[in-house]
């Protein structure tokens, strides 16, 4: 009797770990933020023209924006080797310095994300520099359980806090060198 209550005990044990395995993905934050020798009225005409990320975003080759910096607007950018990518201004408010947009569909060949989600921000640093702080939300690109190595969780992580940082430190350099 002793041993079918530990049989029966690890089988429970057991079930338990594969059922915390299968729960699908979880949301993912990534927030890297850098500071800038420049006064944050000169940071921010960069960071919140929302059509202007190919002047500060090394992937991004060009970009269009359907209505410019209105919430609503969709921005079309194209990513160096060809692909696309599609996002909507959410919300932008220009005294505070902060824009937030989200991708309107995923495309992983560029980002191995889904439901991305993004907020970026100017605040001032000290008497004439900016900080400027950029967050962002989302699941991994394989949304089912067991995703190939390139689509999990730390990949999607890895990616979206690459881009941030190679990106913060070309704002960096083109907005100090101005």
């Given at each position: 009797?002793?041993?079918?209550?530990?049989a029966?005990?690890?089988?429970?044990?057991?079930?338990l770990?594969?059922?915390?395995?299968?729960?699908?993905?979880?949301?993912?934050?990534?927030?890297?933020?850098?500071?800038?020798?420049?006064?944050?009225?000169?940071?921010?005409?960069?960071?919140?023209?929302?059509?202007?990320?190919?002047?500060?975003?090394?992937?991004?080759e060009?970009?269009?924006?359907?209505?410019?910096?209105?919430?609503?607007?969709?921005?079309?950018?194209?990513?160096?080797?060809?692909?696309?990518?599609?996002?909507?201004?959410e919300?932008?408010?220009?005294?505070?310095?902060?824009?937030?947009?989200?991708?309107?569909?995923?495309?992983?060949?560029?980002?191995p994300?889904?439901?991305?989600?993004?907020t970026?921000?100017?605040?001032?640093?000290?008497?004439?520099?900016?900080?400027?702080?950029?967050?962002?939300?989302?699941?991994?690109?394989?949304?089912?359980?067991?995703?190939?190595?390139?689509?999990?969780?730390?990949?999607?992580?890895?990616?979206v806090?690459?881009?941030?940082k190679?990106?913060?430190?070309?704002?960096?350099?083109v907005?100090?060198?101005?």
């Open positions: 009797m002793k041993h079918a209550a530990s029966i005990a690890i089988a429970f044990v057991a079930t770990s594969q059922a915390a395995d299968a729960h699908g993905p979880t949301r993912q934050k990534v927030e890297e933020s850098i500071v800038i020798n420049a006064p944050p009225a000169k940071v921010w005409t960069m960071v919140g023209d929302f059509n202007g990320l190919n002047k500060w975003v090394p992937p991004v060009a970009s269009t924006a359907t209505t410019g910096n209105t919430v609503g607007s969709v921005r079309t950018l194209s990513i160096t080797g060809g692909e696309k990518l599609n996002e909507v201004l919300s932008y408010d220009a005294a505070d310095m902060k824009l937030g947009y989200r991708m309107r569909e995923p495309n992983t060949k560029v980002l994300v889904n439901n991305y989600s993004s970026i921000m100017v605040t001032p640093e000290g008497a004439s520099a900016s900080k400027v702080t950029w967050k962002g939300a989302f699941y991994r690109g394989f949304m089912n359980n067991n995703p190939p190595a390139e689509m999990n969780d730390e990949a999607a992580v890895k990616a806090t690459g881009l941030y190679v990106s913060l430190d070309k704002l960096k350099k907005a100090e060198a101005k």
